[in-house]
């Protein structure tokens, strides 16, 4: 596997279930993000996550919760969730620190509330 | 207060022609800017980047021009050809920001035969 990967590609999940995204990624950078996509609107920043620390948090509701277990994972633990909830939910990483900063995204998760 | 504005939400071109698309933003603060280019069922592709201390940057079809007093940045891909319809971001960080991105909307190119 190469770049950035989530699973599942799709996930229907009803507002009492518990689910999680997965993100992994294989190119050795040290910080991940996580995005929301909804329809007709921009890639909306939720969660940065440098060296394994939490450091930006969007405003985010607490019925999402991410999880960093180590520089190469990212979880998204959903819970209680919304049907505005659904749309695309994006992962990406980056190589902070060496004055490059393009984020390199992985396929996404679309996800639908129901 | 959307701070990153794609104002075209599409644009056709023929084959072979030019493509510009354009992108404002507000915030004076920001001093690095991206495109990224998004096929269906894919995360968006990393294409090309200008820090704030430059006005131009070219690579290979792909030229991104920066106007800071204008607060506008612009794409231009030459010779554009039917794969690179796909949609096209624009973004916008300060550096000192953990990499933060803040996108614009998006305006999808279609190439025409």
Known sequence: ?114 | DQQVKQNSPSLSVQEGRISILNCDYTNSMFDYFLWYKKYPAEGPTFLISISSIKDKNEDGRFTVFLNKSAKHLSLHIVSSQPGDSAVYFCAASTRASYGKLTFGQGTILTVHP
């Not at chain 1, 950078?29 to 007709?40: G, P």
């Not at chain 1, 909306?44 to 996550?49: N, P, R, S």
């Not at chain 1, 607490?62 to 749309?87: G, I, K, V, W, Y």
Request: charge should be neutral; aromatic fraction near 8%.
């Open chain 1, 1 to 114: 596997e190469t770049g950035v990967t989530q699973t599942p590609r799709h996930l229907v999940m009803g507002m009492t279930n518990k689910k999680s995204l997965k993100c992994e990624q294989h190119l050795g950078h040290n910080a991940m993000y996580w995005y929301k996509q909804s329809a007709k609107k921009p890639l909306e920043l939720m969660f940065v996550y440098s060296l394994e620390e939490r450091v930006e948090n969007n405003s985010v509701p607490s019925r999402f919760s991410p999880e960093c277990p180590n520089s190469s994972h990212l979880f998204l633990h959903l819970h209680t969730l919304q049907p505005e909830d659904s749309a695309l939910y994006l992962c990406a990483s980056s190589q902070l620190g060496q004055g490059i900063d393009e984020q390199y995204f992985g396929p996404g998760t679309r996800l639908t509330v129901t």
